[in-house]
């Protein structure tokens, strides 16, 4: 899911298969269900996109914004800052005012902002994405997402619970429109806690979501 083109290229594909099996349906009716799934699809690349930068900058690991690594960095120009004097703690994550291409394909502008307390890894520290002005691939994404760590569970995997409230305004070569996406869900690390290197890591992910289609 590192490449949103790439993610929702698949979607597209999933979606055509879903139309042709509903072939009763009249042409509206799965039109909207086309643009419900690729609306969803990419608020769930999108959210799960800024958790990833999140996630590997609330630990700390800032140097990893500037690794050669392809699975390692977003972007070279990418300026990431810290404000520990602030309560909750602040890590910004500026794309700058024009797009910029990165190393996962996408276009990237604006600002990522985490507000967290406590480590990542720390039971019940949090962290909450917001962005200013943030734009992928000339889509603007806002809204927040919320990440609170409930500690280990029965099976001794650590335990997240993930709050999204989002919003994405189409650019015009998309159709245009806005779509929005509201999710609660519990996020179980199954894999790759032991290493330093978040590409590796595999989560058990469950709960609902819900939203609106641009149409």
Same mark, same amino acid.
């Given at each position: 899911?590192?490449?949103?083109?790439?993610?929702?290229?698949?979607?597209?594909?999933?979606?055509?298969? /879903?139309?042709?099996?509903?072939?009763?349906?009249?042409?509206?009716?799965?039109?909207?269900?086309? +643009?419900?799934?690729?609306?969803?699809?990419?608020?769930?690349?999108?959210?799960?996109?800024?958790?990833?930068?999140?996630?590997?900058?609330?630990?700390?690991?800032?140097?990893?914004?500037?690794?050669?690594?392809?699975?390692?960095? /977003?972007?070279?120009?990418?300026?990431?800052?810290?404000?520990?004097?602030?309560?909750?703690?602040?890590?910004?994550?500026?794309?700058?005012?024009?797009?910029?291409?990165?190393?996962?394909?996408?276009?990237?502008?604006?600002?990522?902002?985490?507000?967290?307390?406590?480590?990542?890894?720390?039971?019940?520290?949090?962290?909450?994405?917001?962005?200013?002005?943030?734009?992928?691939?000339?889509?603007?994404?806002?809204?927040?997402?919320?990440?609170?760590?409930?500690?280990?569970?029965?099976?001794?995997? /650590?335990?997240?619970?993930?709050?999204?409230?989002?919003?994405?305004?189409?650019?015009?070569?998309?159709?245009?429109?806005?779509?929005?996406?509201?999710?609660?869900? +519990?996020?179980?690390?199954?894999?790759?806690?032991?290493?330093?290197?978040?590409?590796?890591?595999?989560? /058990?992910?469950?709960?609902?979501?819900?939203?609106?289609?641009?149409?």
């Amino acid at each position: 899911m590192r490449s949103i083109r790439n993610f929702k290229t698949v979607v597209v594909i999933i979606s055509a298969v /879903l139309a042709f099996s509903a072939c009763k349906k009249d042409k509206a009716e799965e039109d909207n269900d086309t +643009t419900s799934v690729v609306d969803n699809a990419m608020a769930d690349a999108s959210f799960n996109d800024v958790a990833n930068i999140a996630d590997e900058a609330a630990t700390g690991a800032l140097v990893s914004y500037r690794g050669a690594e392809p699975e390692k960095i /977003l972007t070279t120009c990418a300026t990431v800052s810290i404000d520990s004097m602030a309560t909750p703690h602040r890590i910004s994550i500026d794309f700058g005012t024009t797009n910029c291409l990165c190393k996962d394909g996408n276009y990237r502008s604006g600002i990522i902002y985490v507000d967290f307390i406590g480590h990542y890894r720390d039971s019940a520290s949090t962290h909450t994405i917001s962005f200013n002005n943030y734009y992928v691939n000339f889509n603007k994404i806002e809204g927040t997402k919320t990440v609170t760590n409930n500690g280990r569970n029965a099976g001794g995997h /650590l335990s997240f619970t993930v709050a999204i409230n989002g919003t994405i305004t189409w650019d015009a070569q998309y159709g245009g429109g806005t779509s929005t996406h509201i999710s609660n869900r +519990t996020r179980e690390w199954v894999a790759g806690e032991n290493t330093p290197d978040w590409s590796d890591d595999a989560y /058990l992910i469950s709960g609902t979501s819900s939203g609106t289609n641009r149409n």
